[in-house]
C-alpha cells in the first residue's frame, strides 16, 4: 500500500475500472461546460464559508443541517476543494449508505472536478484507494479487508452522506480507520451532512459529531422560493394508535400500527380524501406502514380506478428502476411506499405527498414530506395531505412543525397561513385564559380549539409541602413522551431513579436556553456502605424532548427496566409499610397515609421528591409566589390608574387623617 501511494498521479489516471467509469460518464456530454454553469446559491456559500471557518479554528468533527432540496451534494462536494491539503494529505473520501446516493455524488464530483481521478467503492466495483476522490458505500467499505487499502494518512477530508446515519456501527469501524473516533489532530476533517441532522434517541450524535455549524431549514427555504411552494390539508382518519406500541427508536411498532391503519374503512378515508382534493395532481407520492399496508392502500386507489402503483424493499432492481422512470414521465398518477423513498431519491416533478401512517419521529415527517418540494417547471406547489390519527401524546403532524397543535385541522393551508393560524391561537388560549369565549376562525375546517405548543410558565399554589409532594400533574407531559418514571423536583428539573441508589437528572437552570442530563452513580459493594462517584454529564441539547429521549436511551442500556417503567406491575401493588413510615414523617399528625392509601409506585415518586428536594422546592415557590402577587398588585395599579372610565375621578388617599 505505501508502495503503491507514490506513484504518480498520471498513472492513476491511467487506471481503468469499467464499471466506475460507465457510471460517471453516461449522463454527461460536456462535463467541462457543465462545470462552468454551476452557481452557487448565497446560503451554499454561507454553509461552505462557515465550514470552513470551523476548520480553521480547529474543530474537525462537523454537522451541516440541510433541508431536502437545499443542495446538499453541491454543498459538499463543494467543499473538496475548499478544504486545503495538509502535508500529504490530499484524499477526499466521500460515504453514503444508498446506490443511488453514491451515485449521485459521483456524478456531482465529476462535474465540479473533471480533473481529478473519482472511484467508486461500492459492490463488485473495487477502488483502489488512491484516487483523488472515492465515493463509498459504507456496506461495502467494511466489507472484509476493502477499507485497509485506505491510506488514513493521505486523506484530507471525509464526507458522509444522510449523516443521520453516523452513529451505526458500520460508520463507527470507518471512522475508527480513519483516527475519527476521537478528536485527533492528525485525523482528516470530517462533515456530515443531512436534512434531518438530529436524532429520535437523542443521545448518540455527539459521538461522531462535536460542532453542528450551519442549519437552513426548509421554512427558510420556500420563503427564500429555493424550495416548491406547499399547502397542507390535514384529515382525520379515525385512526386510534393510543394502543400502539412503540418501538426500539421511539416511533410506533411498524406491525401494531399496520392493524390500526390498514383497514378497509380507513383506507376508503384516504383515497376518498385524495379524490376530494388532489385528484387533478399529477404525481402523488403516498407513504404507508409495511408492505400490508401497502398492498391495501393501492388496491383501494384502483377499485376507484385510479391507477395506483407501488414500490418497497422487494421490488427487484429492474421493477423498480422501470415503474420509477414511468412516475416521473407522468405515466401513472399514484405511486405508494413503505419506507423506500423517504431520503435519497429525486422526484421533481412530485406534486402531493399523501401521508397514509401516523409517525411520532418529526425527522421522519420531514423526509416524507421533503420528498414533494423540489422545484419543478410543471408543478405551482406541492399538496401534503395528513391522515392524523385520533389524539396521541408525542404524535407529530403536519401542523406540529409550525407549532401548531396536531389535531388542527387545516384546508389547504400555506406556510403563511400556518404561522397566522398559530397567531390565532395563541390568541384565543390568552381569551381563554381570562375568561372570555374564544371565537372560532371560519377560514379552516377546525373543529376544536387548539392550544399552541408553546411552552408556558404555571404557576400552580400548594397549601402545604405535603400537597406538592402529592402532585402528579407536573409529570404528565415528560410521561407522555417517555416510558419511564420521571419524576419532577422543580422547575425544569425532573429525577429518575434506580434501585441502588444511582439516579439521572435532566435540568436546565435559570436563564439558561440547554438542558443537561446528569447520572449520579456509586460503587456499591455487598455489606459497604456506597461510594458516590463524581456526577457524570450524559449530554446538553436546547430540546427538552431530544433531552428526555436521550436520557432514555442511556437508562434502557444502564438500568434494569423493571425498576424504571412506569407501566411495571410492581407500581400497581398497595405501598410499603416502611413506605407509609418514611412520607408520615413528614406529614402532620392529623394528616397520616394509612397502608392502603396510596399505590407502591406513587410512594416511591413521592419519597423521590422529597429526598430531591421539594421541602426547599416549596419555600422557594412561596417566595416567587409573593414576589408574582405583589408585581401583579403593581401592575394591576398601574391599569387600573390609565384606564379612562367615565363618572367620578378617583381622589387620592390621604396619607394623614386631617380634621378642620
Given at each position: ?12 489516471r ?8 460507465n457510471?460517471?460518464?453516461k ?5 467541462s ?7 452557487l ?12 471557518s470551523?476548520?480553521?479554528q ?5 454537522g ?17 476543494g ?30 465540479a ?32 479487508s476493502?477499507i ?11 464526507l ?13 469501524k ?18 456530515g ?8 434517541d ?20 420556500i ?56 385528484k387533478?395532481r ?32 422487494t ?10 422512470d ?12 413503505c ?14 405527498v ?6 411520532r419521529?418529526r ?21 401534503i ?12 403532524t ?13 384546508k389547504?393551508?400555506g406556510p403563511?397561513d400556518?404561522?397566522?393560524?398559530k ?5 384565543e388560549?390568552?381569551l ?27 404557576f ?21 413522551i ?11 428539573r ?10 439521572l ?15 449520579n ?10 461510594i ?8 446538553t441539547?436546547?430540546?427538552f ?18 425498576f ?18 418514611f ?8 394528616d397520616q ?10 410512594a ?40 379612562v372610565?367615565v363618572?367620578p ?12
Amino acid at each position: 500500500m505505501t508502495r503503491l501511494s507514490r506513484l504518480s498521479r498520471a498513472w492513476i489516471r491511467k487506471i481503468k475500472l469499467c464499471p466506475t467509469q460507465n457510471i460517471l460518464q453516461k449522463n454527461f456530454s460536456s462535463v467541462s461546460g457543465m462545470r462552468q454553469a454551476m452557481k452557487l446559491r448565497e446560503y451554499q456559500k454561507d454553509c461552505i464559508n462557515a465550514v470552513i471557518s470551523n476548520v480553521n479554528q480547529g474543530h474537525k468533527r462537523l454537522g451541516i443541517s440541510l433541508a431536502t432540496g437545499a443542495g446538499k451534494t453541491v454543498v459538499f462536494t463543494q467543499l473538496i476543494g475548499r478544504i486545503e491539503p495538509v502535508d500529504q494529505r490530499s484524499q477526499t473520501l466521500i460515504l453514503a449508505h444508498r446506490q443511488e446516493l453514491v451515485e449521485q455524488a459521483a456524478r456531482q464530483c465529476s462535474i465540479a472536478y473533471p480533473t481529478k481521478t473519482i472511484e467508486i467503492e461500492m459492490g463488485p466495483m473495487h477502488a483502489t484507494g488512491l484516487a483523488d476522490i472515492t465515493v463509498a458505500s459504507i456496506q461495502s467499505i467494511i466489507s472484509g479487508s476493502r477499507i485497509s487499502k485506505f491510506d488514513p494518512s493521505q486523506f484530507k477530508l471525509i464526507l458522509v452522506d444522510e449523516a443521520h446515519h453516523i452513529v451505526a456501527s458500520s460508520y463507527a469501524k470507518t471512522l475508527d480507520h480513519f483516527g475519527l473516533s476521537t478528536l485527533q489532530e492528525n485525523s482528516p476533517v470530517l462533515v456530515g451532512v443531512s436534512a434531518t441532522l438530529s436524532r429520535s434517541d437523542g443521545v448518540r450524535l455527539g459521538g461522531a459529531i462535536d460542532h453542528i455549524v450551519y442549519h437552513k431549514d426548509y421554512v427558510e427555504l420556500i420563503d427564500e422560493k429555493w424550495l416548491s411552494g406547499v399547502v397542507f390539508t390535514t384529515v382525520r382518519s379515525q385512526a386510534d394508535v393510543s394502543r400502539v406500541r412503540r418501538g426500539v427508536n421511539g416511533d410506533f411498532q411498524a406491525g401494531d400500527l399496520s392493524k390500526v391503519v390498514n383497514t378497509d374503512e380507513i383506507n376508503e378515508i384516504t383515497v376518498r380524501s385524495w379524490l376530494q382534493r388532489c385528484k387533478d395532481r399529477k404525481s402523488t407520492l403516498a407513504f404507508c406502514v409495511d408492505l400490508l399496508h401497502v398492498i391495501g392502500l393501492t388496491n383501494t386507489f384502483r377499485n376507484h380506478g385510479i391507477d395506483a402503483r407501488f414500490i418497497t424493499g422487494t421490488t427487484s432492481k429492474s421493477e423498480r428502476s422501470d415503474r420509477l422512470d414511468k412516475f416521473k414521465a407522468g405515466e401513472f398518477p399514484v405511486l405508494v411506499n413503505c419506507g423506500v423513498f423517504t431520503e435519497g431519491t429525486d422526484i421533481p416533478n412530485i406534486d402531493c405527498v399523501l401521508l397514509a401512517r401516523p409517525t411520532r419521529s418529526r425527522n421522519l415527517l420531514i423526509q416524507m414530506i421533503g420528498r414533494g418540494m423540489r422545484l419543478h417547471p410543471k408543478k405551482k406547489n406541492c399538496h401534503i395531505i395528513d391522515m392524523v390519527a385520533s389524539f396521541e401524546k408525542g404524535i407529530v403532524t403536519s401542523p406540529t412543525l409550525f407549532g401548531l397543535d396536531p389535531q388542527e385541522l387545516l384546508k389547504e393551508a400555506g406556510p403563511e397561513d400556518m404561522k397566522r393560524i398559530k397567531k390565532e391561537r395563541e390568541k384565543e388560549e390568552k381569551l381563554r385564559e381570562s375568561g372570555g369565549s374564544p371565537k372560532m376562525s371560519a377560514n379552516y375546517n377546525t373543529t376544536e380549539i387548539a392550544t399552541p405548543q408553546k411552552k408556558k410558565i404555571t404557576f400552580t399554589d400548594y397549601e402545604s409541602v405535603h400537597d406538592l409532594i402529592s402532585d402528579t400533574s407536573t409529570e404528565q407531559y415528560i410521561r407522555g413522551i417517555s416510558r419511564h418514571s420521571w419524576v419532577c423536583t422543580g422547575q425544569d428539573r425532573y429525577i429518575l431513579t434506580h434501585v441502588d441508589g444511582c439516579y439521572l437528572s435532566i435540568f436546565k437552570l435559570p436563564g439558561e436556553t440547554m438542558y443537561t442530563v446528569k447520572e449520579n452513580s456509586n460503587n456499591k459493594l455487598p455489606g459497604k456502605r456506597p461510594i458516590f462517584n463524581r456526577p457524570r454529564i450524559i449530554l446538553t441539547t436546547e430540546s427538552f424532548r431530544s433531552a428526555v429521549e436521550g436520557a432514555d436511551t442511556y437508562a434502557a442500556i444502564k438500568y434494569n427496566l423493571r425498576f424504571i417503567v412506569t407501566s411495571e406491575a410492581w407500581r400497581s401493588l398497595n405501598a410499603t409499610p416502611g413506605q407509609i413510615d418514611f412520607l408520615n414523617r413528614f406529614r402532620p399528625a392529623d394528616d397520616q397515609l394509612s397502608y392502603d392509601s396510596i399505590t407502591k409506585g406513587r410512594a416511591a415518586d413521592m419519597i423521590t421528591k422529597i429526598k430531591h428536594g421539594a421541602r426547599g422546592e416549596f419555600s422557594k415557590m412561596e417566595v416567587e409566589r409573593r414576589k408574582i402577587d405583589r408585581e401583579t398588585r403593581r401592575e394591576n395599579a398601574k391599569i387600573e390608574r390609565e384606564t379612562v372610565v367615565v363618572g367620578p375621578v378617583p381622589k387620592p388617599k390621604l396619607k394623614n387623617n386631617l380634621t378642620n
